[in-house]
């Protein structure tokens, strides 16, 4: 079965450089979020999509914007990097579409994001 | 505000043993609760899940009961294996708003189970 994909997977930025993480949900879910994993840390949601519009927002820096798109997939921009940003960046999609009528939220492989 | 408090870890079992991780939660109205595993250098993948209070979930000889006087959710396995060495997150889901629905997740469990 398809599952969630994320792109890149690992990605090394200097200070105050900007970063662009890729999510691709399953197949006709229409709902994405984006959470923050810090080292030894539980993730912290930063943001959500639903049908291409902002759905709720956390913890997420002004630094930080995203956007889902027509095809549902969706980018987290992130500028001005800070060596704190290094965390592992994980999206997840819920169905909608599909007939998932369920609140299970599928999880991607994470981007792993080292600020040096 | 919604909060999952989850046992201190690591926590580290022979093989065959019995496991128990406990977590409880805080929430207004009735979330509903998941465990999700991360195995190393991989995602999260979810375990298990109830949705309402008695609910049962059960998944790879792995079950929680959603407790609602208790406010809990603990994990249970009954003859833990070294492939079961992860971490372990409990979440709560709630969300009234179509699309808004968040995961919020206690602060982990790392397991370990020796041969």
């Known amino acids: 079965a398809a599952g969630v994909i994320q792109s890149p997977r690992h990605l090394i930025k200097e200070k105050r450089e900007t970063a662009t993480l890729k999510c691709y949900p399953i197949?006709?879910?229409?709902?994405v979020y984006w959470y923050q994993q810090g080292p030894g840390q539980d993730p912290q949601f930063l943001i959500s999509?639903?049908?291409?519009?902002?759905?709720d927002k956390g913890s997420i820096p002004d630094r930080f914007s995203a956007q889902q798109f027509s095809d549902y997939h969706s980018e987290l921009n992130m500028s001005s990097l800070e060596l704190g940003d290094s965390a592992l960046y994980f999206c997840?999609?819920?169905?909608?579409?599909?007939?998932?009528?369920?609140?299970?939220?599928?999880f991607g492989p994470g981007t792993r994001l080292t600020v040096l | 505000g919604n909060s999952v408090t989850q046992m201190e870890g690591p926590v580290t079992l022979s093989e065959e043993a019995f496991l128990t991780i406990n977590c409880t939660y805080t929430?207004?109205?009735?979330?509903?609760l998941f465990w999700y595993v991360q195995y190393p250098g991989e995602g999260l993948q979810l375990l298990l899940k109830?949705?309402?209070?008695?609910d049962k979930g059960s998944n790879k000889g792995f079950e929680a009961t959603y407790r609602k006087e208790t406010t809990s959710f603990h994990l249970e396995k009954g003859s833990v294996q070294v492939s079961d060495s992860a971490v372990y997150f409990c979440?709560?889901?709630?969300?009234?708003?179509?699309?808004?629905?968040?995961?919020?997740f206690g602060q982990g469990t790392r397991l370990t189970i020796n041969p």
């Open positions: 997840a999609s819920r169905g909608g579409l599909a007939g998932d009528s369920t609140d299970t939220q599928y």
């Open positions: 197949p006709r879910h229409d709902t």
């Open positions: 999509f639903y049908e291409k519009m902002q759905s």
């Open positions: 929430a207004t109205g009735y979330p509903s």
């Open positions: 109830a949705t309402k209070a008695d």
């Open positions: 979440a709560l889901r709630w969300g009234p708003i179509q699309g808004a629905q968040k995961l919020v």
